[in-house]
């Protein structure tokens, strides 16, 4: 075991865990927990102490129990140095424990005794903090706008930054916001005419785009190849531009203030790229199925209802994700498009809470968060069939 691969792996990892531990403690002051002393020095050198002990154990027994030992051992550790901290400040010490030691459970003298070990290492946990740390930073908002939406108008006058719960008031105190929200500014109504709006954009989208990418995919005829390669165009234009003359003409044609004008703005901006992503997706599928439908008796609208839709869930359901989330989340047309508040969306819906100063802030929080927990929930639970969605047509088949 090489001695530079050995300083560098308990100087990093030490570093690693101080810095997660750091994060986790700043989170603990933002709930009102006063730390008169942070104890770095002692929690640093206690992370080499415990880093090398790893080293030592290495895979001797069981790694889990392992990992579960070492963080229990730097949980009390801290929680001796520390004074008059709640439970569940120990509790999240012992999860970033686990977090850490988990990391490093398989190094031992054998991986530090390779070539590069050290380099790999470097990078490895520069990696895990980067992206712990833009975790953090992303979240913070969301984390922000949620503790806001818990308070009270006093508690915000008093005190703005303070970014605590108080879980002694009762149920109906704490979601107070929420049902504001719901029941005077009418949320329920608009949450309706959303998921209207965007469920209706994503089957009117689909219904148009299967065939089209169909066709730009497998079929011969004019112009073909300027549409397959020029069919993004439009997004080169700031939807900006298209406001006003699209204003002029729903104003004339009546379809202002209406779900169908939404839905046909929705559709021309979201049909373009669904297009482009289904097309991909067909060039993958071997034309010898198409082939033996056709010698099976099928025709076109045959072999895409028996043998291309099956075979493109993945690729269709990505489009329908990302169709509805930009649905969802749409602002600027709404906001052009829509002056009738029994007629709002729930985007165009948080702007019309946010004119004048008389509407406390804990409202426009609350709801955000019923804006952006039905889609980041929809994302979370769906996400593996965008990701597949979005590489299956990569490598043609």
């Known amino acids: 075991m090489k001695v530079k691969n050995l300083l560098t792996y308990c100087l990093i990892s030490s570093l690693f865990l101080f810095?997660?531990?750091?994060?986790?403690?700043?989170?603990?002051?933002?709930?009102?927990?006063?730390?008169?002393?942070?104890?770095?020095?002692?929690?640093?050198?206690?992370?080499?102490?415990?880093?090398?002990?790893?080293?030592?154990?290495?895979?001797?027994?069981?790694?889990?129990?392992?990992?579960?030992?070492?963080?229990?051992?730097?949980?009390?550790?801290?929680?001796?140095i520390s004074v008059n901290l709640p439970i569940w400040y120990s509790f999240g010490i012992f999860l970033v424990s686990v977090f850490f030691f988990n990391t490093i459970k398989n190094y031992d003298k054998i991986f530090l005794s390779k070539n590069h070990s050290s380099q790999q290492l470097f990078f490895k946990f520069l990696t895990f903090f980067g992206i712990?740390?833009?975790?953090?930073?992303?979240?913070?908002?969301?984390?922000?706008?949620?503790?806001?939406?818990?308070?009270?108008?006093?508690?915000?006058?008093?005190n703005p930054l303070d970014f605590s719960i108080n879980f002694t008031k009762g149920?109906?105190?704490l979601f107070k916001s929420y049902l504001i929200v719901f029941k005077d500014y009418n949320f329920g109504k608009y949450m309706l005419t959303s998921t209207i709006v965007s469920l209706g954009t994503v089957i009117i989208t689909l219904v148009f785009a299967i065939p089209a990418a169909y066709a730009v995919a497998r079929l011969n005829f004019f112009g073909k190849n300027f549409i397959s390669t020029s069919i993004?165009?439009?997004?080169?234009?700031?939807?900006?531009?298209?406001?006003?003359?699209?204003?002029?003409?729903?104003?004339?044609?009546?379809?202002?203030?209406?779900?169908?004008?939404?839905?046909?703005?929705?559709?021309?901006?979201?049909?373009?790229?669904?297009?482009?992503?289904?097309?991909?997706?067909?060039?993958?599928?071997?034309?010898?199925?198409?082939e033996a439908g056709i010698i099976d008796g099928q025709n076109w609208l045959g072999i895409i209802l028996k043998i291309i839709l099956p075979l493109s869930l993945p690729a269709i359901s990505s489009v329908a994700l990302y169709v509805f989330m930009i649905a969802w989340n749409e602002f600027l047309f709404s906001l052009m498009f829509l002056d009738r508040p029994n007629s709002f969306t729930l985007s165009r819906a948080i702007q019309f809470l946010n004119i004048g100063a008389e509407t406390p802030r804990q409202y426009l929080m609350a709801g955000s968060v019923v804006v952006t927990l039905p889609i980041l929930i929809i994302f979370v639970y769906f996400e593996k069939y965008l990701v597949s969605g979005l590489t299956a047509g990569s490598v043609k088949g």
Not at 42 to 58: E, M, R
Not at 256 to 272: C, F, H, K, M, Q
């Open 132 to 158: 712990t740390l833009f975790s953090f930073v992303i979240l913070f908002p969301f984390y922000m706008m949620l503790i806001t939406s818990f308070k009270t108008q006093a508690l915000l006058l008093i």
């Open 232 to 290: 993004l165009i439009i997004y080169l234009f700031p939807a900006i531009v298209l406001v006003i003359p699209l204003y002029t003409i729903f104003s004339q044609l009546g379809l202002r203030n209406s779900i169908e004008g939404l839905l046909i703005v929705y559709t021309a901006t979201t049909l373009p790229v669904a297009i482009y992503m289904l097309q991909g997706y067909f060039k993958s599928i071997p034309k010898e199925l198409e």
């Open 171 to 173: 149920i109906p105190e």
């Open 19 to 80: 810095l997660l531990i750091s994060i986790w403690k700043i989170l603990v002051t933002l709930q009102g927990i006063v730390l008169t002393n942070f104890n770095f020095n002692n929690l640093y050198i206690f992370g080499i102490v415990l880093s090398l002990l790893n080293l030592l154990i290495g895979k001797k027994f069981n790694l889990n129990v392992k990992v579960i030992i070492l963080s229990f051992t730097f949980t009390i550790f801290d929680f001796f």
